[in-house]
């Protein structure tokens, strides 16, 4: 019971701040900025992807649909995703610990790790806030702006789903997608449990999701033995649910991967707060 009070206090406490706000105003312009840009002139970006196809293939139907719509924006916005995560999550200790408040909370019967757990598993439903928030936008307003129909994806190969298809690979997408922002809440809160501002844990989270993608992106041999351990070299497998054959063991070895990520970072999380000095 005592835990269960604990995380609606600190749900309260996000939801209270302003920059908690930003967040969801950041998503929301974004996705409405490219879903009316698309509606505006999208037909030349069609044309110009596929430009290459259309002297083999004859193309029919609604393309330029909501669900190309999501797709495009599922591979814009993780890029922006963790900042947002970042910003809020990255306050959650180092906010209490910049005004002195711990001193006062732990007063009340509530140990150090029932405090922590709490405050993390807040910040993993604020993370989840978001992505449903994507989804809801991104697929809703997609399909309302542009219709409904089959689904070109083009990677090594050409994949064309058909509209019965789709809406599945979507679900499965997002929530996967969840399971990689978890990984950077984790990181995020590992960085403020670290900290005594919030700028430290939002600046540390980007700074290492910027090196670790570099890491996992550039075809080098040294980088070849840290990549199986990089959390960015799996946390775009969401890619994965829209292929033909979809390969559930590598998704399975990736999402058992990012879990690691999470338990370790907040068992680190969770050994240091036990340490950490809150009278002075």
């Known amino acids: 019971m005592t835990f269960i009070l604990t995380t609606k206090t600190e749900l309260f406490k996000i939801f209270s701040r302003p920059r908690t706000y930003i967040a969801y105003a950041a998503i929301l312009i974004i996705i409405l900025a490219i879903q009316f840009a698309i509606y505006a002139d999208g037909q030349k970006l069609l044309d110009f992807t596929t430009q290459n ?18 797709y495009l924006i599922l591979n814009a916005l993780w890029v922006h995703i963790p900042l947002l995560v970042a910003l809020v999550v990255g306050d959650l200790l180092a906010g209490e610990a910049n005004m002195g408040t711990f001193r006062f909370i732990l007063t009340k019967p509530v140990s150090r790790m029932t405090l922590c757990a709490s405050k993390f598993i807040a ?31 083009l990677r090594d190969t050409i994949n064309i789903f058909s509209e019965d298809d789709i809406l599945w690979r979507c679900i499965l997408a997002f929530a996967y997608g969840l399971l990689g922002m978890c990984v950077v809440a984790a990181l995020s809160f590992f960085l403020s449990a670290l900290s005594d501002n919030s700028i430290g844990p939002i600046i540390g989270t980007m700074t290492i999701i910027i090196a670790c993608t570099i890491f996992s992106s550039l075809d080098v041999s040294i980088f070849h033995y840290i990549r199986p351990f990089l959390f960015t070299t799996y946390i775009t497998e969401w890619r994965s649910f829209f292929d033909y054959q979809i390969d559930y063991q590598k998704l399975t070895k990736a999402s058992l991967v990012l879990l690691a990520h999470i338990v370790i970072l907040f068992s680190f999380t969770i050994y240091y707060f036990n340490k950490k000095d809150i009278l002075s």
Do not use: K, P, Q, T
Request: aromatic share 12%; no cysteine.
């Open 53 to 70: 196809l259309r002297e083999s293939f004859d193309f029919s139907g609604n393309l330029l649909n909501g669900y190309f719509i999501s």
């Open 123 to 153: 910040a993993i439903l604020y993370s989840a806030s978001l992505i449903i928030l994507l989804g809801i936008l991104s697929l809703v307003l997609g399909v309302l702006l542009f219709g409904s129909g089959d689904l070109i994806v």
